[in-house]
């Protein structure tokens, strides 16, 4: 059966869309026309490798390589699926972009402070913080994000010395790549591991209104588990 004109209309509407659209994801919903029409143009440009099919009804619209259209970075493809607010590394791939190893894990690992949302894309496993409201709350970024994860698991994923990963973290909490209240306040939600080495950073960093914030640590067994003690 041959395509209608507005069918026609349809498709070159989306064809010169896409060529405004270089770095961006996209769904059905961002063009004009029947939304049957726009995926099937949708599907014949992913074909053609003018797109990317990165997850069921999304579609990214990157540089394309000699292999085809280079993906989405994965951070950006897990904040489109979950949104920005509190998502960011978790395990290795946290200790990797805060610079505590140079380890490149084979599946990039990111947290997300809500239901994880099904993820096609299999460099990626997405851990589930929904129960870590204070992330969510004070919208942390992915370093922030970051920094929670690793002082949750740093001897299993830190690669530095214990000292100089220290002095590495508190250099990070002091920049402005952090926030510290916000940090802080998020911290509420955390293991008391996690609150107790933060509230430690804080301090090694002459960051003392942030570390109030954060009570103490009552149980020794805690203070002695933490990446770095007040």
Known sequence: MSETAAERSTASGVRGRLTRSSGKFLRAQDFEGSHSAVLRELSRRAAA?????????LYWCGPKTML???????????QELAGTAGVGPAESSAALALGLSTQHPRRETFAVATR??????ARLVIKDRSGREGRRAQKLNANEVAVLEVLADWPRVIELPREQAVDRLVGVVSSDAVRPAKLARAAKDEPAVVREGLRGLFVRGGLQAAAQLIPPAQDPKIRDRALVVA
């Open 116 to 121: 994880p949302p099904r993820c096609d894309d």
């Open 49 to 57: 490798g003018d797109l990317r099919h990165v997850h069921k009804g």
């Open 68 to 78: 085809g259209m280079a993906p989405p970075a994965p951070l950006e493809l897990v």
